[in-house]
């Protein structure tokens, strides 16, 4: 599967008013079982209904030629060691689905007490396209000034900005249920 997406900076501001508009919203715990340049694999976890529904997959990404195309291949994961994923580099985030189709979503980068990310910004904006067809930049900046949404920049491009190159190893013991307890406190 071809994943079509662009990355953006985004203003506080306009990240509140954003949530405000949310259609739904999800906890995400990642993990990055290899995290090279060109490609990835990684695990994640992923809090639905307030945390009632936890889901769990494996996705392999390889980019592509093209900035905003990458390969996509995700299938559903059983943790044999849940503590052995927390020695790699991880993110934890809450998404929020502003729109379904393009799918429009709002990443806010969650600090925990001993993870760090490597980034300054605590939004960023993700448009990704659910056609397979040829898109340009032109079409992504159309997208966002029917929405409304303002942006800083366009982060596409910037290697920094991609989740496995945000994610860092938490330098503390934790464990997951009080990760999975911060996230749905932060649920509506």
Known sequence: MIEI???????????????????REI????????????????????????????KWNYAYKANTEIPHEKIE??????????????EKEMIVKMRYI??????????????????????????????????IKKYTKDDFDKILKDEGIEVISDATEDYRYYNNNIANKINR???LNEII????????
């Open 98 to 131: 502003i729109k379904e189709n393009p799918e429009i979503v709002l990443d806010e980068f969650i600090e925990l007490e001993g993870l760090t990310y490597n980034i300054q910004e605590k939004y960023l904006l993700e448009i990704e396209m659910k056609d």
């Open 5 to 23: 997406e662009r990355k953006y900076i985004i203003d506080n501001n306009v990240a509140n008013n954003l949530i405000k508009k949310a259609k």
């Open 181 to 188: 307890e911060v996230l749905k406190w932060r649920m509506l």
């Open 27 to 54: 906890g995400i715990v990642q993990w990055y079982l290899v995290n090279k340049k060109d490609e990835i694999e990684r695990v994640r976890l992923q809090l639905e209904n307030k945390g009632l529904i936890e």
């Open 173 to 175: 013991k934790i464990s």
């Open 73 to 86: 291949k995700e299938k559903k994961y059983v943790p044999n060691n849940i503590d052995e994923l927390f």
